[in-house]
Each structure stands twice: as C-alpha cells, then as structure tokens.
C-alpha cells in the first residue's frame, strides 16, 4: 500500500525526544513546513504563468530553544544527511555569514541572513518526514519550517508573501539553486483541505478548496530516479521562452498568445522553440481550466487536463524521462485512473495521478509488477501550512 506517512504529531515528540537528548533539556519552540506537490503548471513558474500546487502531509519540524549565547548549533536527524549532521555558527554578524559544509546547513543560514530582526543563538534538532532529492520540495519545507522558527522564538511574524520570498531569496544565495517562488508560497500559505493557484506574476493566490474530492485520491509515486535536471537543459528551456518573448516583444510568454505562434515562424524561430512556447501557453490554460474542474468537482476533466500536461512535457517541452514515461502510462492503464503526469520539473521524481479510491491498491501492485526500478507510494492528501505547534509529547 502507499507509504504511511507519520503524524505530524508522531514527527513533533521525535524532535522534542531527540532536542532533549542531544541538548539535555526541553525546547521551547517547535514548528513545521510542509512538503508540496504541484497537481498542474510545469515549467509556468519562470514565464510568469500559473501553477496549482497542494501541501502534503509530510512535513519537516523544528524543535529548539534560545541558548543565551550568539551561537546557532543545528542537527539534522534526519535520512537526508548521513555523515556530517551537526552544523554550528556565529550569528552575531549575520552578514559574515557564508554558505559551506554541511551543504544542507546552507538552506538554514540563508533564511537566518534575510530574516529582518536581530537573532539570538539557539539550539535545535530538524527532522522531516518529506522525502529529500523527490521533487516534493523538502528545500522550501525546510527553509520555510527554519523561518517559522526564527519567527516563533522571535516573536516577529513576517507578512506570508514576503516570507516566501525571503525563503526564496536563501535557496537562490546560499544553495545556488535558482528555483521560482511556488514551494515556498504553497509550504506557507497551504490550507488543510485545499489546492492553491498561484500567479507567479503578481503573485496573487486562490484558496481552492476540495472538500468535494469525494472518494478521489491523489497518488504520488516516487520514481526513486533522482531528479537531475543538469542546469545546462534548465537553463535551454529558460532562454528559449525568453528568447521567444524578446522576438515578439513581450517582456514574459504569460503575454503571449496561441496566435502569436504564427508570427515566431514567420519570424524563423526553431521548431523546438515553437515547441516550448506551444507548452507554456497550452499549459497555462490547461492549469486556469483545472482550476475549474476542481472548484466543480468535475475529475474527469481535471484527469484529462493531467494527461495532457505530461503529453505536452513529454513532446513539446521534453523533460520527461523512460521512467516516468512507464509510471504515468502503467497507472493510466488501470481502471478508474482519470490521469496521470510527471510532477515537478522532471527528468525524474515523482508522478501525480488522481484516481478512483477503490482502484488504489491495483495502480500500486501493476506499477510494482512494471516498473523495474523502486517505486514508493505517497497519498497527496490536500494539507496545512507552515505553522507553530506546542511543545507538549
Ligand atoms: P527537493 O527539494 O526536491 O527535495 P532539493 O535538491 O531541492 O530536492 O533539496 C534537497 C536538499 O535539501 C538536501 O540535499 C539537503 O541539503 C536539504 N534538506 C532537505 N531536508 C532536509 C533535512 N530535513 N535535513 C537536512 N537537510 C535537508
Ligand atoms: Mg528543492
């Protein structure tokens, strides 16, 4: 069956448990950021286009208390770092601070440099329950649930848009990774029960609740193939819808048209440039019109829609992968699947197909019997926010 994803309660006395033990008494502070899932709008992020992303159930938490002193020391307990698991710095210039080893230290640092009050030293233990290196996103939850705490034992609680990018602004200066803004935003502003459209221009969200998702799942399965997306393939896309914008005159492809297509050939663009545009464009209806179909209850549609994002990532945008590829169509092949697609910015990670409850345990034993490399299995059940939790076990 799909994995059993612990309680965030389960999560939380794990962290009080091992604060305790590493630190010889009790945090004060505990906090959490979830992990997301994006249902549809793949590669819109950077053209100023829509994405409709989910917050999951599995999260990463932070237990710690204000040391008196101006030092930080941090330790992961969890699977995502194995030998190095302890991090220490000085605070007491936050610009002195510089990215180094432990690498998974960087994403901790660099919310602590962008957090705007002075910071006492303080001790802490991290634990998280979402997969690392997935695609699910433990970097945002991790940056996120490090500037829920700053804020908890602060007292200072940042407006939820300039937080994400805040969060943001780490990951691109202190991890090196120019990610967009959708899993920040998504880890702070989920609401348990719903999806959020997010419109990477201006940034304005929608709460989509999905109460009426009835006897519907959401199913996530892993493709365990990391998701190396090499820079130089990212950046290709990138520049090619730029590119694509410039010759028409626009600053971004969100101003942009289907029937501006017409003019780049005539213009002499490349096949596959048109090829990229063709995507994002079609992409950003398709992720307004699930939108829709949620709102409506309609998971046919909203199944088609899927279907059609993968096709699209898989010829027009091509970063899909052969894994992906077998996962997406083993799922599609059984009985009340309504769709499937690669989520995430692929080349592996994970996929996202929304099904029919009863048909769950069939998708997962014909992907086991397909698939010849390790599946794992998550439910994407439509979750909370970051958000501070009490130090009780
Ligand atoms: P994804 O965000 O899809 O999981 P990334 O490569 O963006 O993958 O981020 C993974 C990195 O984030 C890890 O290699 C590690 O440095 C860091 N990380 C995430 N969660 C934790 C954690 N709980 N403890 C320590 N580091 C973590
Ligand atoms: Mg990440």
New binding site residues.
């Given amino acids: 069956m799909a994995e059993n994803i612990s309680d965030v309660k389960e999560v939380k006395i794990k962290a009080l448990d091992a604060f305790l033990k590493e630190f010889g008494e009790e945090a004060t502070h505990c906090v959490c950021a979830p992990?997301r899932v994006n249902v549809i709008g793949e590669h819109t992020d950077y053209n100023e286009g829509f994405v409709l992303p989910m917050a999951l159930p599995m999260v990463?938490v932070i237990a710690g208390k204000p040391n008196g002193t101006n030092i930080c020391t941090i330790i992961?307990a969890?699977s995502?770092?194995t030998s190095v698991s302890k991090a220490e710095f000085d605070i007491s210039e936050p610009a002195a601070i510089k990215p180094g080893e432990p690498?998974?230290?960087?994403?901790v640092k660099g919310c602590i440099v962008n957090f705007t009050n002075s910071l006492p030293g303080f001790n802490a233990v991290?634990?998280?329950t979402?997969?690392?290196?997935?695609?699910?996103?433990?970097?945002?939850?991790?940056e996120v649930a490090t500037y829920t705490f700053l804020e908890a034992i602060t007292g200072q609680v940042a407006n939820p848009v300039e937080k994400a990018i805040s969060c943001q602004k780490a990951?691109h200066d202190f991890?090196g990774?120019p990610?967009g803004i959708m899993?920040q935003f998504i880890s702070v502003m989920g609401q348990d029960g719903h999806a959020l459209l997010l419109d990477c221009r201006d940034k304005s969200v929608i709460q989509i609740h999905m109460e009426n998702l009835k006897d519907h799942l959401f199913l996530i399965t892993n493709s365990n193939s990391p998701?190396k997306l090499s820079s130089s393939a990212y950046r290709d896309r990138r520049d090619a819808c730029f590119e694509a914008a410039k010759m028409l005159g626009k600053n971004s492809l969100r101003d942009v048209s289907l029937e501006d297509i017409k003019t780049l050939e005539k213009q002499g663009a490349s096949k596959v440039t048109i090829n990229r545009v063709r995507h994002v464009l079609n992409e950003n209806l398709r992720t307004q019109a699930a939108m829709k179909a949620l709102q409506a209850g309609d998971y046919k549609r909203l199944g088609e829609l899927m279907n059609e994002s993968h096709d699209s990532l898989r010829d027009n945008y091509e970063v899909s992968s052969p894994e992906l590829d077998t996962l997406v169509n083993t799922a599609r092949s059984v009985d009340g699947v309504l769709g499937s697609r690669l989520t995430?910015a692929g080349f592996g990670?994970c996929t996202i197909t929304l099904l029919k409850e009863e048909c769950i345990s069939k998708v997962i034993s014909k992907i086991k019997d397909t698939y010849t490399g390790k599946a794992t299995f998550y439910m994407a059940k439509p979750s909370a926010g970051a958000r501070r939790l009490d130090c009780h076990r």
């Fill in positions: 992990g990463t992961s969890s995502a770092v690498k998974w230290a960087n994403y991290v634990i998280s979402v997969p690392v290196g997935a695609g699910l996103s433990s970097s945002a939850a991790l990951e991890a990774v990610c899993d998701h995430g990670g």
